[in-house]
């Protein structure tokens, strides 16, 4: 028990190493020997004091909220759609040449190139971007979603139908248990990469948001709100991806054997 | 052997046609009658089609000529009557020991209660007491095994086919559940008549398991020679040591070996 606290102690320690390498440089070539103006890098401890005012102003948490509210409706949009098309995809060919042909023609257009349709569709605001967001969300849920019907077991399928399961029930029991690990790893990357594209949808797209914040802080020359922007959003990203994991495991507990392999 | 059989497979083919456009004939005028309560071993070199003939009498595959019959009725599909047991144990990963087993009976509209009791009964008979709570993952080859056939038994089939069971599983543990095989088949008897149909690539094995070997040959599969193993039940583990045990399985060997 100890000698597993003391491994878990020496593994946050290396997880340190890096991370306490690049503050302390980063100290030293701004207020120790300032090598930079402060337009072009900021000091840690200008950043930190940006990071209070935004706080105490509440201007950062009213970027965050509307940045996790877009991401919130565009996953849930993704999955709504990406689920049910993934599995008739996944499951019945003639749906997969029905739309196997647009996919693959619409995955490779980035997100981001959807900005000018968008603003001139929904205009600018929380619609333009759950809808950017929502195409960056929805090929990973939808490609994912594929890729876990195709891998359902002939095996589990054989063994339901031998013991007198219905298609109903090896749609329930059997297609939706296994498929789920797959949906969940789709809602996690998708999480992700909407995330990453919230960002530059509210560079363009909106009038809040932490996008919107970093680009109004860039016309203004203050580098430490941004800095502080990009930290807060590579923080959630990071506390998000957490999160995921730990409610996979939570959800699935026969996965666990699989994340020891 | 006036009763009718249980199962009746009548010059089953089963050909395969492969990407290229070559069919290859897998089995080629299958006959074989299974009598009710029998324990059938088929024994054959990989590749002979036996398993095939298992799938088509389990209903996942269909008779490219020829009919299975259980029963007189002709077999349409899978059903929960003719269990099945998987060499790779094809246990649900998501449920628990107690949740695999309570799979069949939940399918086929049990009541909530009686699928408990089975679940029970089921544990104790295959000796998983203490285990109802376990993923298979964090189970034994023998055990998660062991598990599968307690999921085949608690749907009450009237059928048991057994693809391979014994052939993931380490020698030494094998030999145990070989015995605990025979043990829990006849348990399960009590209740109901269960005939088996066990394919297996181990001539030892199908000896002291069944009551009549069928020897099969290699592509296309034939039926080569039905054997009657004439040790009584039940089976004394000693009996692999006997003189008679190693005549018979020597004659299978040499049937299989002169196997072109």
Redesign the interface.
């Known amino acids: 028990m100890s000698n597993g606290l003391r491994s878990l102690t020496v593994d946050f320690a290396w997880r340190l190493v890096l991370p306490v390498i690049l503050i302390v440089s980063w100290y030293v070539v701004t207020e120790i020997n300032p090598l930079f103006h402060p337009v072009i890098l900021p000091s840690p401890l200008a950043v930190l004091r940006m990071f209070g005012k935004l706080v105490a102003s509440g201007e950062l948490w009213s970027h965050i909220v509307a940045s996790l509210e877009r991401i919130l409706y565009a996953n849930l949009a993704a999955l709504a759609f990406g689920v049910p098309l993934g599995l008739a995809m996944g499951l019945y060919r003639p749906f997969e040449r029905m739309f196997d042909g647009l996919i693959g023609l619409f995955r490779p257009i980035p997100p981001l190139a959807w900005v000018p349709l968008s603003i001139l569709w929904l205009g600018i605001g929380t619609l333009s971007v759950v809808f950017i967001t929502f195409l960056a969300a929805f090929f990973a849920v939808l490609i994912n979603t594929i890729a876990g019907a195709r891998a359902v077991d002939h095996l589990h399928v054989r063994a339901a139908l031998s013991l007198g399961a219905g298609r109903r029930r090896m749609m329930t029991h059997v297609v939706m248990p296994s498929v789920a690990p797959y949906i969940f790893t789709a809602f996690r990357i998708a999480l992700g990469v909407s995330w990453m594209s919230i960002v530059a949808a509210e560079l363009v797209a909106a009038s809040s948001g932490l996008g919107y914040m970093i680009m109004y802080y860039r016309e203004v020359l203050r580098t430490d709100a941004i800095i502080v922007g990009m930290l807060t959003i590579g923080v959630i990203g990071l506390l998000m991806d957490l999160a995921t994991r730990r409610l996979e495991l939570r959800l699935m507990p026969w996965r666990r054997g699989f994340s020891l392999a | 052997m006036t009763a009718p059989p249980k199962i009746a497979i009548a010059s089953v083919s089963k050909r395969f046609d492969s990407a290229r456009g070559e069919s290859v004939t897998a089995l080629d005028q299958v006959d074989l009658a299974i009598a009710a309560g029998e324990f059938v071993a088929i024994v054959g070199p990989s590749g002979c089609g036996k398993s095939t003939l298992l799938n088509i009498i389990?209903?996942?595959e269909t008779a490219s000529s020829g009919q299975v019959t259980l029963d007189g009725r002709p077999i349409a599909?899978?059903?929960?009557e003719?269990?099945?047991v998987?060499q790779?144990y094809?246990?649900?990963?998501?449920?628990t020991v107690a949740g695999n087993i309570a799979?069949?009976p939940a399918?086929?509209r049990t009541t909530p209660a009686e699928v408990d009791r089975r679940v029970r009964e089921c544990v104790a008979l295959v000796k998983l007491d203490g285990f109802d709570d376990k993923?298979?993952?964090?189970l034994s080859g023998g055990m998660r095994q062991r598990c599968a056939l307690a999921?085949c038994i608690a749907?009450d089939p009237e059928v048991m086919l057994m693809d391979e069971p014994l052939a993931a599983i380490d020698a030494l543990t094998r030999l145990d559940l070989q015995d605990e095989l025979l043990r829990i088949w006849s348990e399960a008897s009590r209740t109901r008549t269960r005939t088996v149909l066990y394919i297996t690539h181990a001539i030892d094995e199908a000896i002291y398991l069944s009551d009549r070997v069928v020897v099969m040959s290699h592509r296309p599969g034939r039926i080569r020679r039905e054997i009657r193993v004439p040790f009584s039940r039940p089976r004394d583990p000693e009996v692999r040591t006997h003189e008679a045990f190693h005549r018979l399985s020597d004659e299978i060997w040499q049937l299989l070996r002169r196997d072109p």
């Open positions: 389990a209903g996942f599909g899978p059903g929960p003719r269990g099945v998987f790779e094809a246990l649900f990963p998501w449920l799979f069949g399918s086929c993923y298979p993952h964090e999921r749907n």
